[in-house]
C-alpha cells in the first residue's frame, strides 16, 4: 500500500463521515447549541398555560405539520394486520400530516404507499375520503357535536393528536403524581416545555410521562410515556415538523371527485344514534361489574371475564397451561388477517401462569401494562408491575 | 502487478507506451470507438486549454452515448420497458371494467388515462427498471476491462477521472431514458385507451390534465434520479471487476436483498438506509398539496449514493492497475 492509495481511499471515508454527520446532525447541532433559552417557570403556571390552550375552544393558533406516532409497548407479536387498522397503531412507526385552520377547519392525511386516506373537516361538513376504495363519505355532524372518534369511521390518527392526548393526561395529575418542568428540550426545531409527570409510586409500570409544550404557542407538541426503566419513550406521539402558519384554503376545501363512489352519514342520525345507545348500554354493563383496586397510578381494573368464554371464542382453542414463553408467538405472524382469534391466541401463548393464595391465573405483561386473567373469572388490568397485579387479584 | 506505475496514474506514461503493448485484436468495437476520436485529442499536448478539454470530454460522452444507443442489447431492454405499459393498460382495460372489487389506483387509471404512468412506475422501479440500468452501468468498466479495450481508452491523455466521469454520465443517461420511455409509454397507452381530461389525485383534489403531465414530469425526473443513483452503485461495483457480468449481478442481488429486507416489518429501522426504499416516494406528486418534503428527503438520499459510490468508483478506478 502506498500512500497515495490511503490519500484515495480517504475521499470515499470523508464522503461516507459527511453523509453519516448529515443523517446525525439533527442531534448533534442541539446538543452543541446547548439549551435553547426558555424562561423557568413552575409546573403551575405552565399547566395553567397549558389548560388555557388546549380548554379554551378554538384557542389553537393555525398550524400545519407532520404527526409521528410510535409504540414500543414490547406487545407480544401481534399478527400481520391491515395498515388502516387500529392494531397497527400499537406497533411501529405511523406518520399523518395535519393542517389546523380553525375550530372547525381540519385536515389530517395518512399518507401510505400510492393511497391517501383523508378526513377533512369545514364548518359543519364533514368528508372522509379514500383512495384505496375511491370512496368519499360525507359526514355530516349536528352543530354542536364534534365527531367522537369512536363513532365515526374517521382515521385512527385523529384522535391522536398531541392536544387531545395531553388533554387527557392532564386531567389526571392529582396527588400521585410528581410534576417538574423542563426548559430546555426541543420537538420539531423549537424550544419547547417539558412537563415530566412521574408517578410517585414504584408499582407503576410508567416511568414518566412527558408533555411537550410549545414555549411560545403552549401548543402541545409531544406526549411521551417512559416505561419503568427503559431509556426509549415506550410510546410517543409528536410532531416532527410544524408551522405556525394558517394552511392555504384549499386543503380545506373537498369536492368528491368524478367517479368516486359518494356516500352519506349524518352522525346523531337515528341508526348511528341508536347504535350508539346500544354501546353506552353495553358500557354501563361492564362498568357495573368492572371494580377498581388501588388508586392513582397503580390502580388494576378488575372485570368478570372467563377464561372459558375467551378460549371458546376462540374456537376451542385448549388451554395453554404451560405453553409460556415469547418463543411460541412467532409462528402466528403470517396466520391471520387480525382477526381477533389469532390475536387471542399469540397473546395468550405469551403468558406467564402465575399462582397465590387467591388462586391461578395468567399473567401477560408488556412495557407499559400488565394483565392477569385468572381461572376464576376475572380479568386484572393495570399499568403496574406483574407483583402488585397479584397483590390486586388478592383484594376481593 | 506488472506495472509498476499503477499507482500514479501517468496517462503520458502509458501513453508513451501504448506501442510497446501486447497486441490485441482490433474487434469490432474497439474499431468502432476508436473512429469518433479525433486525432488531436490523442496526440500528447501536455497542457491542454480548458475549452478544448471540454470540448474533447462531450466527443468522449457523446461517442460513448453513441455506442451505449446503437448497442442490440441496450434497445431490447427499452423495447421490453416500453412493452410492460402496453400489456398493463391493455389487461385492465379488457378485464378491468365492471368489478367493484378493484383497488382505487387501478380504478383511477380506468377514469383517466395519465394515472397509467404512475402505475406502471409502481411496478416497473421495484426490479425492471433497475436491471435495465444495472446492465448498462455495471457493464461500463468491466466491460471495457473485459473486453481489453480499457487501455486503449486510457492511452489517450484523458485521466481516468474523466473516464470514469463520462462513464457515469453514460450511465445516468441511459437511467433517464429508461424512465422517459417508460413514461412516454404508459402516456400514449394511456391516452388511447382511457379517456383522458381532470386528473384525480391521490387526496381527492382535481387538477387539470396540463397539470397533471407537469406533474409527470416531476416524477420522471425523480424517478430518473433515483436510477441514476442506482447507476452510482453498479459503476462503482463495475470498477472492481473485470467481469461485467459480476458487477451486474451484483448490483441486482443488492437490489433484491434490499426489497426482501424491507418487507421485513422487524427491520422497519434501518430501511431509510436502503436505496430501493426511496424509488417509491414518486408518488408524492399526487398528493395535494405535493409534497414537497418527501421529495427532497429522496432526492438527498439519492445525491448521498452517487457521492458515497462516486467516491469510492473513482479512489478504487484511479489507483487500480489496468492490466486489459
Redesign the interface.
Known sequence: M?R??FV??G??I???A??GA?IGAGPVIAAVRGEPVLPERSAEQLLADAVAATGKDGGLPPMSG?VQQTASLGLPALP?TGSASPLSLLS??HEVKVWYGAADKLRV?M?T????T?LILNGGQA?Y??????T?TKLTVKPGTRPAGTSTPVPQPADLTPQQVAARVLANTGEHTAVRVINTAQVAGRPVYQLVLAPKDDGSLVQEIRIALDGETYVPLQVQVYARGSAEPAYQVGFT?VTFTPP?E??FA???????KVEERTLGADGIGQRAEERAEHAKDVAGDLKVVGDGWTSVAVVPFSLADLTAAANGQSGQNGQSGPAGDGGDRFGGEGDPRALLDSVLKSATPVSGTWGSGKLIKTKLVTALLTDDGRLLVGAVTPEEIVKAAGVR | MSTGDG??PGTATLGRRTPGLVPVTETMRTSERRAPEPPPAAAPEPPEPAARAMGAFWRLLGSELGLTFRRPRNLVMLAVLAMVPVVVGVALRAFGSGDDDM???V??VA?NSLMLT?VSF?FLVLLLMPVAVSVVAGDSIAGEAGGGTLRYLLAAPAGRTRLLAVKYLNAAVYAYAVTAVVALSALVTGLILFPAG?V?L?????ISLGDGLLRIAVAVAYVGAGMAALAAVAVALSTFTEVPIGAIAGTMVLVIVCQVLRAI?EL?VITPYLLPTWF?NF?AV????I?M?ALGEGLLAFG?YI??FG??A??RF??KDITS
Open positions: 502506498r497515495g492509495t484515495r481511499w475521499v470515499p470523508a464522503a461516507a459527511v453523509i448529515a407532520t400481520q411501529g412507526s392525511a399518507p404507499q400510492l393511497n391517501e383523508n368528508w375520503w379514500d383512495s384505496a376504495t375511491n368519499a415538523q392555504a384549499e386543503n373537498f369536492t368528491p371527485p368524478a367517479g368516486a | 499507482a500514479t383497488s382505487g389506483i380504478q383511477d377514469g404512475f409502481s381532470d384525480t391521490l387526496s381527492g383534489t382535481t416489518p422497519a417509491t408518488d399526487l398528493r395535494a398539496p409534497d418534503g448521498a457521492v458515497l467516491s469510492i473513482w479512489a484511479s489507483g
